[in-house]
């Protein structure tokens, strides 16, 4: 069964401070990755996206993720955090074939303090 | 367009309440799925379908049951709702193409108290 992990539970950061939230997860065989953000009352938005190729993905709102194969994690990364940043950030995971359904991380809070 | 909708926003049910949970996609997916999102827990699968008339369960179904009657809309029904099922339960849909472009959807949320 596929599992993922994410370390950092609840980051606080200031204003113009550069960002990584560590993911790693367990599976077998080929997957797509996923960064979800959840600002805060609000349904889920797709922040960045790993397919195949590249394995430096970029995102909306200047995130970007690398895959890393060989250590099993999707790290999401972001230069400079704007106050605006502030919101629940969770990894996920689906197989490439066979069941369609995310796999979930547990969430990062993140709270960027002006 | 209107993408995943779901009804009702929120609602507050009684111990041994029954209630159904709607969700409909005018995307034309195939995939749908129901998520509950509890603190610190992220998402949880309940149960999804891959297709009109199917249902499958997922990681946390206990107390829950689905129907997938009509492609657009799946429902989600608790019998008898135990406050342990306070959550915020959030459907989403994807599409059956393989590859690129097969990202989930996902409605608005719905927030269930039961007290």
């Known amino acids: 069964a596929q599992s993922v992990s994410q370390h950092n539970h609840h980051v606080i950061l200031s204003e113009a401070a550069s ?26 938005q797709l922040l960045l996206k790993y397919f195949s190729g590249d394995p430096l993905v970029k995102g909306i709102k200047g995130f970007e993720a690398e895959f890393i194969k060989s250590k099993f994690s999707f790290n999401l990364r972001k230069p400079s955090v704007q106050w605006s940043d502030t919101a629940e950030y969770f990894c996920a995971v689906n197989e490439k074939t066979g069941r369609r359904a995310l796999t979930f991380g547990s969430g990062t809070r993140l709270q960027v303090q002006p | 367009n209107a993408g995943v909708t779901q009804t009702p926003k929120f609602r507050v049910l009684k111990t041994g309440q029954s209630m159904t949970l709607l969700c409909a996609q005018d995307m034309n997916h195939e995939y749908m799925y129901w998520y509950r999102q509890d603190p610190g827990m992220g998402l949880r699968l309940i149960h999804y379908s891959v297709g009109e008339g199917t249902t499958a369960k997922g990681e946390v179904p206990d107390g829950y049951n689905v129907s997938r009657l009509k492609k657009q809309n799946f429902l ?34 719905t927030r269930l108290t039961v007290v």
Do not use: D, I, K, M
């Open chain 1, 19 to 44: 960002l990584e939230l560590g993911c790693n997860y367990s599976y077998g065989g080929t997957v797509n990755l996923f960064w979800y953000v959840q600002y805060p009352g609000q349904h889920l």
């Open chain 2, 76 to 109: 989600l029904g608790l019998e008898s709702a135990a406050p342990s099922q306070t959550s915020v339960y959030f459907c989403a849909s994807s599409p059956l193409r393989t590859g690129e472009n097969t990202e989930a959807f996902f409605g608005q949320g």
